[in-house]
């Protein structure tokens, strides 16, 4: 690599939109050439400069109460579908990243009368782990619209993990996956059937993860299927006597592969 | 999977209120006008929800406000073409618009901010969705509706603009 094509991807290099391949001969350059280092300082300094909240606004107070005033009675699936979008904002323009979500519709009415067939003793499990899946909902969009996030803001497991201590009676498994796409940036105290849990929290670009972490009673096979539950994906899992249960708007491909990391 | 609802835009756009207010802020430069514009997006978020189709509902969203702040710079770039950016009634730090966000910012913020609203709208929006919502090439392009080449070239300049006027500004930087 020479220099214009490092200064070429030094952008899209710390903004980690270079495949690995790239990545390495961009690290590999940077080694050995001194004006190259320098420059890629420089962008990383101003980076760090706009990041910690530098850019960050909060919506005043009241003006999500003023919003939910605002918006007319009837639900707007009672709307006639929206006119082309003539005004830019209607939805004909707009192009899904990833797959539409399948419509509950028959296959939705086919897989209730499976579970019935499946018979009470699934159903009730099913039911315990729904309600489970629907208070991490919650919690989720709590945090995101309460503004309340985090406790402690950090990308620094060791920030983090201790903080738990003397606020749980087990300590979470913390890690960080900054390198894969996952940023780890904070963690706070919830609590999920009246009982306190760890919630590690995670971003993917756009997105917020929040992981809710707690031990394993016995007994627990750990295994579940993915839900998803008012446009927000969940997902189980078990590890060192650990339930950890992952929430986000995320795409499942990509929750999936957050997942996989914290499986490791 | 839903059937749009009064609970499931609750659920799924309402949450995403402060990064839709925080991209309006950027884009008009005062709180007063962001909120209305905000107000005005989940107005149409709401009526255009029914056709929503899954996917990503908070870019969805901001594409809406983004849409909804610049047809009013639009309408207000036609109103009074010869006036200039009057930081005095615009800028971020006048204390009758926001007095916490005065005190709470430190001034190495405020240099930044300073520098950031100077910024033209196209390199503003493109470096606030990046830098500070961490999007990727791609979703700032799906939001801003505009060619990923595009998306890299501004963010480029953006920098090297702001880069520039921290310098100016900060001695050191
Ligand atoms: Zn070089």
Redo the contacts with the bound molecule.
């Keep these: 690599m ?2 214009p094509r ?1 200064l070429e991807l030094l952008h899209p290099w710390l903004d980690g939109e270079l495949d690995l391949v790239n990545a390495l001969e961009m690290e590999r ?2 080694d050995g ?1 001194g ?2 280092l320098a420059e890629s300082a420089a962008l990383r300094d101003l980076k760090a400069r706009l990041s910690h909240g530098a850019l960050a606004f909060a919506a005043p107070p009241g003006l999500a109460a003023r919003i939910r005033a605002s918006l007319p009675v009837a639900s707007p699936a009672s709307v006639p579908p929206a006119l082309p979008a003539s005004d830019g904002s209607g939805s004909k323009r707009w192009r899904p990243w990833h797959r539409p979500r399948a419509r509950l519709g028959a296959a939705g009415l086919v897989s209730a009368l499976l579970a019935l067939a499946l018979g009470f003793w699934a159903m009730n499990a099913g039911f315990r782990r729904d309600a489970l899946a629907g208070e991490m909902v919650a919690c989720h969009v709590r945090s995101l619209q309460a503004d309340h996030l985090f406790d402690v803001a950090s990308t620094d497991r060791h920030t983090v993990k201790p903080w738990f201590t003397g606020k749980l009676d087990f300590s979470p498994p913390v890690a960080d996956f900054s390198e894969e796409g996952f940023p780890l940036v904070g963690g706070r105290l919830e609590y999920l059937g009246g009982h306190p849990v760890a919630a590690l929290v995670y971003r993917r670009h756009l997105h917020v993860i929040n992981v809710f972490c707690w031990p394993a009673a016995s007994g627990d096979n750990g295994r579940a299927t993915p839900k998803t539950l008012q446009g927000y994906h969940v997902v189980f899992w078990s590890r060192d006597g650990f339930r950890l249960g992952a929430v986000s708007d995320l795409n499942a491909e990509e929750l999936g592969q957050f997942v996989e990391l914290m499986k490791r | 999977m839903d059937k749009p609802n009064a609970g499931t835009f609750e659920s799924q756009v309402l949450p995403h209120l402060d990064a839709a207010f925080g991209l309006a802020r950027w884009l008009v430069r005062s709180d007063t006008d962001a909120e209305d514009r905000v107000q005005d997006a989940y107005l149409r978020a709401w009526k255009s929800f029914a056709g929503f189709r899954g996917g990503d509902a908070k870019a969805w969203l901001l594409a809406i406000v983004r849409n909804a702040c610049y047809t009013w710079l639009k309408s207000r770039r036609l109103e009074n073409l010869s006036t200039p950016f009057d930081e005095e009634i615009h800028g971020p730090w006048d204390a009758s618009d926001n007095p916490h966000a005065r005190l709470a910012l430190d001034r190495d913020r405020q240099a930044i901010r300073r520098a950031v609203e100077a910024l033209p709208v196209e390199f503003r929006e493109v470096l606030v969705l990046r830098e500070w919502q961490g999007c990727s090439y791609r979703e700032i392009s799906e939001i801003a509706d505009i060619p990923i080449g595009t998306v890299m070239s501004r963010l480029l300049r953006a920098r090297e603009r702001l880069h520039k006027s921290l310098a100016r500004s900060g001695g050191e930087g």
């Design positions: 020479d220099c490092f350059h940077s050439c004006a190259c």
